[in-house]
């Protein structure tokens, strides 16, 4: 006697599609699973059974309703997540198939591909890969167009196209026909054999997908969650990243840089508030790393601003100290000379008080008369000489005033040389960050008209349409 062999199967599928049916098909059980055609109608929690069928103990579990397209919140993300985690958690074991169910004669939609993509968000990008097979429903209608048309499964799996021809791609064409309405015992054991032969062919060879490779997927499941707010997220940070931009502007027109640099240092702790609950937001997944780069753009652009506003500080203040220096050398130096001056002055006042008291001396031993004469034609030529003298200190005094005149001249020309050089490198460097600054905001214009063009919300569509946001 063989050992009986464990079989385990998780259904997902979109309500209608006969998912309930095709798990009563595959046990060979009636009514185990209960249809639902409500459109309401979003299965919680899975519901399971087992049967035997030849030397197998066949296992069904009904996943909830993960492919219907009828939630409204975002919460319904978290509870459809939280119903799969159950399914995988309700057979510790593992599965070896997830069986789609898909109804023949049906489109397949862009909602139901767009559900599918969610499921791996759930499960992981390769569960269908290595694990999927497609249930196609309704075979009763696909016997009469086989009847009638001579189709072949070989060739309705040809001519798809579109979502479905994608799914079919996924599960390489992996496909079983059931009948859910047959009562004919022999087709309802072959198509439960044609289904037991596709899991031979899957690539995980008899392995199961259990809760290890759930955990697995739970980066990606959080991805999936938080693309999903990133509309309301984008929102937010457009609106605080805005104001700070305006005090960006705004800060050019501050003439007084250390008010300009207190101004700019007060935006770092709303930017890293931005930045912190972006991070916070985004749980190491990704989904938010072209925000979070743009707003550390945004503060990369403020620290480079308080730097240069720093640089023009150090700047004026040498340039301060180096107009001091020069005043202070200047004055200095017409005070020595001055007081030379003032020192060859007394020099000469002292020499010309000698020269009289000599004069008077010889004066005394000449005649009167000629003394009168000498004495007139002395006195006239000390004036004459004093005259001459306080001429040469005049035009000394002005050749030192001069001289000094010049080299202050020279010196202030040289100030004046390195304030233009400083300013010709202050205006390139704030037309640097001018540019940089411009640069920030075009990309946050671009990031903005995107938004305001549907971009996001079409990506939200695309992640959440099926649930009706």
Not at 80 to 85: F, K, L, R, Y
Not at 126 to 138: E, K, Q
Not at 207 to 236: H, V
Not at 280 to 306: F, H, M, S, W
């Amino acid at each position: 006697m063989s050992s009986v062999k464990p079989l385990d199967f998780i259904l997902i599928g979109k309500t209608g599609n006969g998912k309930s049916a095709s798990g009563n098909s595959i046990l060979m059980k009636e009514k185990v699973f209960k249809s639902n055609y409500r459109s309401s109608s979003v299965t919680k929690k899975p519901q399971y059974e087992w049967s035997r069928f030849e030397n197998y103990k066949i296992q069904v579990v009904d996943a909830p309703g993960v492919i219907d397209t009828h939630s409204k919140k975002d919460e319904d993300i978290k509870l459809i997540t939280g119903a799969m985690e159950k399914a995988i958690i309700a057979n510790p074991d593992g599965y070896h198939a997830f069986l789609v169910v898909v109804k023949f004669g049906t489109r397949f939609t862009e909602d139901e591909q767009k559900a599918i993509q969610i499921l791996k968000g759930i499960l992981g990008e390769d569960f269908l890969r290595n694990y999927g097979i497609i249930i196609l429903s309704n075979g009763d209608d696909f016997k009469r167009e086989q009847d009638e048309n001579n189709l072949t499964l070989a060739n309705f799996c040809e001519e798809e196209e579109g979502p479905f021809k994608e799914l079919l791609n996924e599960c390489s064409n992996r496909i079983v026909v059931f009948d859910n309405v047959t009562k004919k015992s022999d087709e309802k054991n072959e198509q439960v054999k044609n289904l037991v032969k596709m899991v031979d062919c899957l690539p995980s060879r008899g392995t199961r997908y259990t809760n290890g490779l759930f955990e697995k997927a739970a980066l990606e499941r959080k991805r999936m969650y938080i693309t999903s707010k990133l509309p309301m997220i984008q929102k937010e940070t457009f609106e605080a990243q805005s104001l700070i931009l305006d005090e960006i502007k705004n800060s050019d027109f501050e003439r007084n840089e250390r008010k300009k640099v207190d101004l700019l240092s007060q935006l770092f702790p709303r930017i890293d508030v931005i930045i912190n609950d972006l991070t916070k937001k985004d749980q190491g997944t990704g989904a938010l790393k072209e925000l979070l780069d743009n707003v550390k753009k945004t503060r990369n652009d403020v620290t480079n601003k308080i730097k240069h506003a720093k640089q023009i500080i150090e700047e004026n203040e040498k340039m301060k100290a180096l107009e001091e220096k020069i005043k202070k050398e200047a004055e200095q130096a017409i005070l020595q000379k001055t007081q030379q001056l003032e020192k060859e002055r007394e020099a000469g006042r002292k020499q010309m008080e000698e020269e009289m008291k000599k004069l008077e001396l010889k004066l005394q031993l000449m005649a009167k008369e000629e003394a009168d004469k000498e004495r007139k034609k002395a006195e006239k030529g000390m004036k004459e000489q004093a005259k001459r003298i306080e001429e040469e200190n005049k035009r000394r005094e002005e050749e030192i005033r001069r001289h000094a005149k010049e080299e202050m001249d020279r010196q202030q020309a040289l100030i004046e040389k390195e304030k233009a050089e400083n300013k010709k490198r202050a205006k390139k460097e704030k037309e640097k960050l001018k540019r940089e600054l411009a640069e920030t905001e075009e990309r946050y214009r671009q990031i903005k008209e995107e938004a305001d063009k549907g971009f996001f919300t079409k990506l939200k569509d695309n992640v959440l349409g099926f649930f009706g946001f």
